[in-house]
């Protein structure tokens, strides 16, 4: 399975660091690139939720759309 959430908010390699990290730790998150240019990260792997995921960068400071 594979995702793609828009991320307000991400300014700098710190900030794609900070919400792959976050979202890589989540259970059955298997890959996730963060694109500071596009503003989106591509999450995959299995059984993802999205509203865990959306719920995990907000928590860290970010928005999503």
């Known amino acids: 399975m594979e995702m793609?959430?828009?991320v307000n908010?991400?300014?700098c390699g710190h900030c794609t660091s900070s919400v792959e990290e976050a979202v890589g730790n989540?259970?059955?998150v298997e890959a996730v690139e963060a694109n500071l240019e596009t503003k989106e990260v591509k999450i995959?792997?299995?059984?993802?939720?999205e509203e865990t995921i959306k719920e995990t960068i907000e928590e860290?400071?970010?928005d999503v759309e």
């Open 4 to 6: 793609i959430v828009k």
């Open 9 to 11: 908010g991400m300014t």
């Open 26 to 28: 989540l259970t059955g």
């Open 44 to 49: 995959s792997g299995e059984n993802l939720s």
């Open 60 to 62: 860290i400071g970010f």
